[in-house]
């Protein structure tokens, strides 16, 4: 089994709170954000890539949240620029349809071609070597973690402990555990479902304590652990907590 990737796998689980996998998903996704925005984009290698791929919407959002490097930013922007429109604009030119004349008469044939541009750019917007290299990662991660699960006591029973893992987090580790000898799998995921429904049960009842305390006669209870149930279920419902802070819900509250 693979070392390098066991460390981070190990320090994600010595965290007790939240998805350990959304952690690890997050540095690894750093990492790869700082590695575009570094030395690696005046690579000739890097570039021919990065000319071709750009990145996804979303990791150009972040990109362009990073700030780091506006220069590098640009240089990449401009060379994947001219390479988009060195490969779109001839095939949407001639994917012009011809008027139909008296002479020429009507040709289905364009129709075919109009939809293979769109699917050209549709490939295009939504390659990205970010998300490549981070569904990459998490790959081996997800297979380590269910390695250690088998072979390393004590990660078992960080595994055991951990708050949860949310759900799309627990999807993967579900379809490698699909992967696994049927005694493996057996421990595997009775410690996952034990962990799933423990976090499905305290988040109902927190919620529920939360519309509760909208009630007048409640409104001197303590909030408890009900304060931030809704921001941490949207953790468990969705791996990615970006818009999930607990500052928002207090605005609002
Ligand atoms: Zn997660
Ligand atoms: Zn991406």
Not at 60 to 66: R, S, Y
Not at 121 to 132: E, F, L, M, S
Request: charged share 25%; hydrophobic share 30%.
């Amino acid at each position: 089994m693979e070392k390098i990737y066991m460390i981070p796998v190990n320090d994600a689980y010595n965290e007790s709170c939240g998805c350990p996998i959304c952690r690890l998903r997050d540095k690894a996704e750093t990492n790869y954000l700082e590695y575009y925005l570094g030395p690696s984009l005046m690579e000739p290698d890097t570039r021919k890539v990065t000319n071709k791929t750009g990145f996804c919407p979303e990791h150009m959002g972040k990109l362009n949240k990073a700030v780091t490097n506006r220069l590098g930013l640009g240089l990449v922007m401009h060379t994947h620029l001219k390479d988009f429109n060195e490969d779109l604009n001839p095939k949407l030119k001639s994917a012009i349809p011809a008027k139909a004349g008296l002479l020429k008469g009507r040709n289905p044939d364009y129709k075919q071609k109009l939809n293979n541009v769109a699917d050209l750019i549709d490939k295009r917007v939504n390659t990205c070597p970010i998300c490549d290299n981070l569904n990459d990662a998490m790959g081996h991660y997800i297979e380590v973690i269910c390695w250690m699960f088998s072979h390393d006591n004590e990660f078992k029973e960080k595994f055991v402990k951990s708050e949860f893992h949310c759900l799309p987090h627990t999807s993967l580790l579900l379809r490698q555990a699909a992967k696994l000898s049927q005694n493996d799998a057996s421990d595997f995921v009775e410690a996952l479902y034990a962990n799933n429904s423990q976090t499905f049960d305290s988040l109902i009842s927190d919620v529920e304590y939360f519309t509760l305390k909208f009630d007048y006669r409640n409104t001197d209870k303590p909030w408890g652990t009900s304060k931030n149930s809704i921001q941490r279920s949207m953790r468990f419902l969705s791996s990615d907590g970006r818009d999930f802070d607990e500052q928002q819900g207090k605005k609002q509250s």
